[in-house]
């Protein structure tokens, strides 16, 4: 059996943080996911997917995300009932998220990607081994990095034993 949702959408409101009675965090959340067709009129329509995330990651997409920020879900589908206040049977059906990816940052739906600070972001001029302590080395990698395939025309010195095929 296989039970997995992966949805890319937006949030179309501020995420609902609350705590269970034992200090679980859980957060509801609506997100607005695009259709990959358009109707009549050439206009696409979304459909709105209601979430549900526990604990830390509750206490993360409510921090640092809000309506309009664009988050990635992962997850499985859950059906549940329960009577409301007028006793009637209420069903409802969810995605309950394993994790939520942040997409943008707090306050930047405007498209385009984070731009501060409230998410980890590699630095892309660093290299993995060794300390950047002076800016001469970050500025000789902003250089290098801007074309990873660029060499100035001479040869790349690859041995076949460094070849993965």
Do not use: H
């Amino acid at each position: 059996m296989l039970n997995r949702v992966v949805l890319v959408g937006r949030l179309t409101k501020d995420p609902d943080l609350r705590y269970t009675p034992n200090g679980v965090a859980v957060a509801n959340f609506t997100i607005a996911v695009n259709r990959p067709f358009s109707n009549k009129q050439g206009e696409q329509d979304a459909d709105f997917i209601n979430c549900v995330v526990w604990r830390r990651a509750a206490e993360n997409l409510a921090n640092f995300m809000s309506k309009g920020s664009q988050v990635g879900v992962d997850g499985r589908l859950q059906s549940r009932s329960f009577d409301n206040q007028e006793g009637k049977r209420v069903f409802v059906t969810e995605v309950v998220a394993d994790s939520v990816q942040f997409l943008e940052s707090k306050g930047s739906s405007q498209g385009g990607g984070n731009r501060g600070g409230s998410g980890f972001q590699p630095n892309q001029n660093q290299q993995p081994s060794g300390n950047n302590f002076g800016s001469n080395s970050n500025n000789n990698n902003n250089q290098r990095n801007d074309d990873p395939f660029a060499d100035n025309g001479e040869p790349i010195d690859i041995s076949d034993d460094d070849l993965p095929f």
